[in-house]
């Protein structure tokens, strides 16, 4: 009976060790919650089939609502701009939709047929002029200078040669190949173009009050913050698609009028795909130069290729200039390092769906962490200190305004 009575102090004091070190340990709680989130997210990837029916879902949709969206932020300030002019919301819908109606119009009726022309010739005679282009630098590849410089580099003066009309082969095959899955992919763009309004119109007429039934569903003591989290995420996205869709049509309406200027076969065609490709933040204008260059070379002469590069330094030099600072600024305040790491790596998981929406949805997940890194920080209380021996990074007066400029409208 003496036995017992002696081991309750050990007990107690590996009860308070327990408590003191595990149980109300700050850093332990936070590691076992994510250790919990992560055994659900491994356990999520069990019953995936599960989710079959929200796959098709989106399978179907998801086309549809990404447009939607798109659109939705384009078009939702003229429709507050009408509103505040006093002209009932729903009225203002309708008469942007008139006026998109009558564009579409005056594009089937005249631009149209200019681009299918255009297109259908371009795909009838790329692959001769890819075909052309590839034995050009070739040959250029095999003169004497280069082969006596290939032959000290690499040993062997075919080898470049050689490579680039495989890695030429290769593009064609990939861009021709696979005619089937483009029908496919056509069938389902028709198919988003037809539901796409009808989900614009109530989204134009309903979406200004989503927030306010979106916040009714969250406990009372996370509205605040989750509030300003979403609305710092919505004018991220907001300003990068309207900024990059403004800037996308002024740069291929630079391309078009350039290349009209110059007098380049496939004007219009060429300067579509140079704005569609600028989507693509930093590689979208370089990878349109190739068909750009190809044309240039094999339907005109080096002398048009010379004309193309000035009509592209004119391009970058008002694009960088004058048009992005005006439009796109630096909202999204993105390292191009990190900018070209996303594309890279959103590329490689997704594809061009990837390129395309993987700067957005950075931006996004960058204000997800933020958040969490600030709860972290007030919870833990391990950043109470702001001393940094560190030298401070300079910053310039202008980029100070342009992120005085960003807190004031999180504000």
């Known amino acids: ?48 089939y599960l989710l079959e029916p929200l796959k098709g ?6 086309l549809p609502l990404v447009m939607s969206g798109i659109l939705y932020y384009l078009l939702n300030p003229l429709i507050d701009w009408l509103e505040k002019k006093k002209v009932p919301r729903i009225t203002g819908i309708l008469l942007v939709f008139l006026v998109l109606i009558g564009l579409i119009a005056w594009g089937v009726v005249i631009l149209i047929p200019i681009i299918r022309e255009q297109i259908i010739s371009l795909i009838q005679n790329f692959p001769a002029y890819l075909t052309t282009f590839t034995s050009q630098v ?3 590849l095999r003169s004497d200078v280069l082969s006596r ?17 495989g890695q030429a082969e290769a593009i064609l095959d990939n861009m021709f190949g696979n005619i089937g899955s ?36 969250v406990p009372s003591k996370m509205r605040e913050k989750t509030y ?14 309207r900024g990059q869709l403004v800037v996308a049509f002024a740069v291929g309406v630079m ?21 569609v490709l600028n989507l693509i933040p930093f590689l979208g204008t370089f990878i349109a130069l190739f068909p750009i260059v190809i044309v240039a070379l094999v339907v005109h002469s080096p002398i048009m290729l010379a004309k193309v590069l000035i009509v592209f330094a004119i391009e970058q030099t008002l694009e960088g200039r004058v048009i992005q600072p005006l439009i796109l600024g630096s909202n999204l305040n993105i390292h191009p390092v990190t900018i070209i790491a996303v594309l890279l790596t959103a590329g490689n998981l997704f594809g061009i769906p990837g390129v395309i929406l993987g ?31 560190a030298p401070k990074p300079l910053v310039s007066a202008k980029k100070k305004k342009k992120l005085l400029a960003i807190k004031r409208k999180l504000q």
Do not use: C
């Open 359 to 389: 700067i957005p949805a950075y931006a996004v997940i960058k204000v997800f962490l933020v958040h969490l890194f600030q709860w972290y920080q007030a919870y833990t209380g391990l950043y109470e200190d702001d001393f940094n021996p």
């Open 57 to 62: 879902f989106f399978s179907a949709m998801g």
């Open 228 to 241: 300003i989290l979403l609305r710092e995420t919505n004018m991220q996205v907001s300003q990068y698609i």
């Open 1 to 48: 009976m003496v036995e017992p009575e002696k081991e309750q102090p050990k007990v107690k004091v590996l009860a308070s060790l327990l408590w003191r070190w595990v149980l109300n340990n700050r850093v332990v709680a936070i590691l076992l919650v994510s250790l919990l989130i992560l055994l659900n997210l491994f356990l999520l990837t069990k019953v995936l």
């Open 255 to 275: 391309f078009w009028l350039g290349f009209v200027i110059i007098g380049m076969e496939y004007a219009l065609i060429l300067g579509i795909i140079a704005g």
């Open 182 to 217: 483009i029908f496919g992919t056509l069938t389902s763009i028709v198919l988003a173009l037809i539901t796409t309004p009808f989900i614009l119109f109530y989204l134009l007429k309903d979406g200004h009050n989503m927030p306010y039934h979106i916040m009714n569903l």
């Open 149 to 165: 410089l290939q032959q000290q580099l690499l040993g062997d003066s075919s080898t470049l040669g050689e490579t680039f009309s």
């Open 138 to 140: 070739d040959s250029l």
